[in-house]
C-alpha cells in the first residue's frame, strides 16, 4: 500500500481556474471579526472594529461545533516527520484486552515509511473530520499534498520562497501554512488554488494559530510581532509588539485564552490581547497545546520540552491565576520535540464512550501515545505531588530524529456502528465541504494581501 506513495510524481499538481464569485458576503454580520484589541503597553498598529456581542456569538458557536460521540473515529493515524526525510504512518486501534474485560489494549501498526521530501520535514497537518487529506512542509520549500485515503500523492505546492515552518487545516476545506520567505498562505483544498498570500511579517513567520470559529487567525514570527488576520475578509486584522521573538501561538479550545511561547516562557493573553500572566518551564520548550479534559471539566494545557517529559498544566477558571503542573508524561529518551490530539470513540465495555488520545515524538526515534482520561481530577490548590503517567503504546522508528507529529481519523470503523454507503458518504462530505467554503466569500484566487 506505501507503494504508491513511494511511486507518485512530486511535480506541482496545475490547479483548477476558480469559479468567479462576488467579493461580498450575503451576511455582513457574520463576516464581523470577533475580537477587540486593548490598550495595553504593548504597542497596538491597528484596532479591531468589534462587539462583546459578536464574541459572545463566536464562543457559542465553538461550543455548539463541538464533534458528537457518535461521529467520532474508533482508530486513529499518526504521521511523523524526521530529520531523515522519512515520514512514518501508523494505524492506531483499541480493542478489549478480554471479551468481558473493560480493559483497554492499544495497538499500532505501520502503514507506510517513505522518504518525502529531499530535506528534512519541519512540519505535518492533516485534515479534521475524515482526515481525507496530509500535507507536508520542508526545508525543500515545497508543500507536498497526500491523499491519506488512498495513500498517494496529489502534487506539490510551490507558493513560498523559504522553508515551511508551519502547516495547519483550520477545515476540511482550506489549508494555511507559513514560511521563511515572512508570508502565509491560504489555499482551498477542492482544487488547491491559492486564495491569499498574507503579508505583513517582516521575516520568518514560526508558527500559526487559527480560532476554533476558523473566523480569526495568529501568527508569531522572528520580527517579534503578533499579528492578527481576519479570515473572512482575508486580510490584516491587528498587530502587536511583543517584545521577544514567538516561536509558538496556540488558541485555547474555547477560543476565550491564547498563549505565545518564546524559548521557556508561555505568556498567557486575554482575547484583547492583555498579558494575563508568564509561567517559566523548568526546560526548553519544543511544542505546547491547549486540550480538553476527556470528562469535560476544564482545559490543559500541554507542553512538550527538552526534559524529555510532556507536562500537563491546569488551566485554572480565573484566567489570571497562574497555570499550575497538574501531571507529567514520561517514556521518552530525548527532548520530546512535537505533539498532538484528537478525540476518539471507545468500545461499549468501556467505562467511558470516548477520550481524548495525545501522541508525542522524540530525538530518540519513538512515537508515544497517551490517554488523557487517565489525567487526575483537578485540585483546588497547588501540591508538589505530581503524577507521572507512563504511554498506553509506543513505535520505535530505530533512530529517526522525528521532528512533527499529526493525528487524523482512522481507517477502521467502529465494529458496533453501521457503515454508510461510500457514495451517500462522499457526496455528503462534498456537501459538507462546500458549506465550509460558503464561510471564507471574502477570499478570491490569487490575491496578496499587506
Not at 498563549?259 to 511544542?287: F, G, M, P, W
Request: hydrophobic share 35%; aromatic share 6%.
Amino acid at each position: 500500500m506505501s507503494s504508491k506513495l513511494k511511486s507518485a510524481k512530486t511535480t506541482e499538481r496545475p490547479a483548477k481556474k476558480a469559479k468567479h464569485r462576488e467579493q461580498g458576503h450575503p451576511n455582513p454580520e457574520k463576516r464581523k471579526v470577533s475580537f477587540q484589541v486593548a490598550s495595553t503597553s504593548n504597542k497596538v498598529t491597528r484596532e479591531i472594529d468589534t462587539s462583546p456581542e459578536t464574541l459572545k456569538a463566536a464562543d457559542a458557536s465553538v461550543i455548539s461545533d463541538k464533534e458528537p460521540e457518535s461521529s467520532l473515529p474508533s482508530s486513529f493515524k499518526i504521521i511523523a516527520g524526521s530529520y531523515e526525510r522519512l515520514l512514518y504512518g501508523l494505524q492506531g486501534t483499541v480493542s478489549a484486552a478480554s471479551p468481558a474485560s473493560s480493559e483497554l489494549e492499544w495497538t499500532l501498526k505501520p502503514i507506510f515509511i517513505f522518504p518525502a521530501h529531499v530535506s528534512y520535514i519541519k512540519s505535518v497537518a492533516a485534515s479534521p473530520q475524515g482526515g481525507k487529506w496530509l500535507a507536508t512542509g520542508s526545508g525543500d520549500e515545497i508543500i507536498k499534498v497526500w491523499d491519506l485515503r488512498r495513500r498517494k500523492e496529489v502534487g506539490g505546492l510551490m507558493q513560498h520562497e523559504g522553508s515551511i515552518t508551519h502547516l495547519t487545516f483550520p477545515s476540511r476545506s482550506h489549508l494555511i501554512s507559513a514560511s521563511e520567505d515572512g508570508t502565509l498562505c491560504v489555499f482551498r483544498a477542492r482544487d488547491w488554488a491559492v486564495l491569499r498570500s498574507l503579508k505583513g511579517h517582516k521575516g520568518r513567520v514560526n508558527s500559526v494559530s487559527v480560532h476554533p470559529s476558523g473566523k480569526i487567525a495568529l501568527s508569531v514570527g522572528k520580527d517579534r510581532t503578533l499579528y492578527m488576520w481576519d479570515l473572512m475578509r482575508g486580510r490584516r486584522a491587528a498587530s502587536v509588539k511583543l517584545g521577544f521573538e514567538g516561536e509558538l501561538v496556540r488558541w485555547s479550545t474555547t477560543g476565550s485564552l491564547l498563549i505565545v511561547q518564546h524559548q521557556k516562557s508561555i505568556n498567557v493573553y486575554s482575547t484583547e490581547l492583555a498579558n494575563l500572566h508568564t509561567l517559566e518551564h523548568t526546560a526548553r520548550i519544543h511544542d505546547v497545546k491547549f486540550a480538553q479534559r476527556v470528562d469535560g471539566t476544564g482545559e490543559v494545557v500541554l507542553v512538550a520540552a527538552e526534559d524529555k517529559t510532556t507536562t500537563v498544566y491546569e488551566v485554572h477558571p480565573d484566567a489570571s491565576t497562574l497555570l499550575r503542573p497538574a501531571a507529567r508524561l514520561v517514556g521518552h529518551g530525548n527532548r520530546v520535540k512535537a505533539l498532538d490530539t484528537i478525540r476518539i470513540a471507545l468500545l461499549s465495555t468501556s467505562p467511558l464512550h470516548s477520550t481524548t488520545i495525545l501522541s508525542t515524538v522524540s530525538s530518540d526515534g519513538t512515537i508515544n501515545v497517551y490517554d488523557l482520561s487517565l489525567l487526575p481530577p483537578p485540585t483546588p490548590t497547588e501540591t508538589t505531588d505530581i503524577a507521572e503517567i507512563s504511554p498506553v503504546v509506543t513505535y520505535d522508528s530505530k533512530g529517526s530524529r522525528l521532528t512533527c507529529v499529526t493525528l487524523a481519523d482512522g481507517d477502521v470503523d467502529h465494529p458496533e456502528q453501521p457503515t454508510p454507503d461510500k457514495g451517500v458518504k462522499r457526496k455528503l462530505e462534498t456537501e459538507e465541504e462546500e458549506e465550509e467554503e460558503e464561510e471564507w466569500l471574502g477570499l478570491s484566487e490569487g490575491d496578496d494581501i499587506t
